[in-house]
């Protein structure tokens, strides 16, 4: 398809599991974002990726949550030993380099930690 | 630090009436971008319109029009002649020519009233 897409779309952790979360950008956009959506908020930054390189990542809040692209296409968001407080919607969107491009979001990841 | 604010949590409006969200954004940088997405409860970010720093004219979209007050830093989003599917959590978001990185205010919910 053309959009972003996102995988699992739902997924329900034990607390302590490792989860990984994957994300298919759109075809040759450089810039890709990972964002982390509590309910009723806002989304927040966790990282942003120009190719293959992580250049900002100053929004992961805990050093158990590790992202990838190590081919400049295909994302992961892993989240080492899950608690609950990491319950969200988990938001990946990419983007042409440029300031005047929108982003395109994918579905979301809804994880629920139990 | 940059910042977008968004004063509103929640507005209602009559179908076919007109209706302004409210966004603010602090920052010192001269070159951005100013977005404003939709949220329905579907879950899904839908890209609605964006204003650059340096646009001489407010942006507009079918029914979104942007009214940007670069002086007052406020970038407020215009929906003429409201529709039930306009009911929806409503973001601003604003993109930084060298951070590249998106903030996003807190969000205003719309209502659109039969």
């Known amino acids: 398809g053309a959009g972003v897409s996102q995988s699992p779309r739902y997924k329900v952790a034990k607390r302590g599991q490792d989860v990984a979360l994957r994300c298919d950008p759109i075809?040759?956009?450089?810039?890709l974002f990972w964002y982390q959506q509590a309910l009723g908020q806002g989304p927040e930054f966790l990282t942003y990726?120009?190719?293959?390189?992580?250049?900002?990542k100053s929004g992961l809040p805990s050093d158990r949550f590790f992202a990838e692209r190590p081919e400049g296409s295909v994302s992961t968001l892993k989240i080492q030993r899950t608690q609950q407080e990491d319950s969200a919607v988990y938001l990946c969107?990419?983007?042409?380099?440029?300031?005047?491009?929108?982003?395109?979001f994918g579905p979301g990841t809804r994880l629920t930690v139990t | 630090a940059q910042k977008i604010t968004q004063t509103q949590p929640g507005m209602f409006v009559q179908e076919k009436e007109a209706v302004t969200l409210d966004c603010t954004y602090d920052t010192s940088d001269p070159s951005y971008g100013l977005f404003w997405y939709k949220q329905p409860s579907s879950g899904e970010m839908i890209f609605l319109i964006y204003q650059g720093s340096y646009d001489q004219q407010n942006a507009t979209e079918g029914r979104y029009s942007l009214n940007f007050q670069k002086a007052r830093k406020s970038a407020n989003l215009v929906i003429s002649a409201s529709q039930l599917g306009d009911s929806a959590m409503y973001f601003c978001a604003m993109r930084w020519a060298y951070g590249q990185n998106f903030v996003f205010g807190p969000g205003t919910r719309l209502s659109v009233l039969p």
């Open positions: 075809s040759g956009h450089v810039s």
């Open positions: 990726f120009q190719n293959e390189a992580q250049l900002d």
């Open positions: 969107a990419s983007s042409l380099e440029v300031v005047r491009y929108e982003q395109y």
